[in-house]
């Protein structure tokens, strides 16, 4: 391994450790540091030998934090893992981290939290806000009309 690898990979080693990554992330910064090619795929592979670089933990700790923290639906999840070069194995055990129950009540509470500060006196209105609502932050059509159709 030569100099310039050995720094990369010190440099790279301190960047993953900060928070999460992806290879996408890491080969964009290696870039940035001149460091492309074979070296970069090196650098990579000594990544991930170490453990400092996993898609897999970085998809689900990226799922599970949008979900509790923003209250994301899992189709925002999987468009935004995507955008990331997330894909296959990777995504599915993400989404899978994200339990069905919390699933729907998370976007119950978000509904009637919503609900709570629309004004206006038609039903037909207020449900078209709260299903457009939803989609955006994510959530699939078919529950969303199942939650607002149990109310």
């Not at 010190?10 to 900060?18: D, I, V």
């Not at 670089?53 to 990226?62: Q, S, V, Y």
């Not at 894909?87 to 509470?109: C, F, H, P």
Request: with cysteine; proline share 1%.
């Amino acid at each position: 391994m030569t100099d310039l690898i050995k720094e990369a990979v010190r440099k790279a080693a301190m960047f993953c450790a900060y928070q999460e990554r992806t290879q996408q992330e890491v080969r964009e910064r290696l870039k940035e540091w001149d460091v492309v090619g074979d070296d970069a795929e090196e650098v990579i592979s000594e990544l991930i030998q170490q453990n400092y670089l996993n898609e897999e933990r970085f998809a689900k700790t990226f799922a599970g934090g949008k979900f509790r923290v923003k209250s994301w639906g899992k189709r925002k999840i999987k468009q935004h893992l995507q955008q990331r070069g997330i894909s296959g194995y990777n995504l599915d055990q993400a989404l899978k981290e994200i339990a069905q129950d919390d699933y729907r009540q998370v976007l119950t509470t978000l509904l009637d939290k919503k609900r709570q500060s629309i004004r206006d006196d038609n039903p037909l209105v207020v449900k078209q806000k709260l299903v457009r609502y939803a989609l955006s932050k994510g959530y699939e059509s078919d529950l969303i009309f199942s939650v607002l159709g149990e109310e």
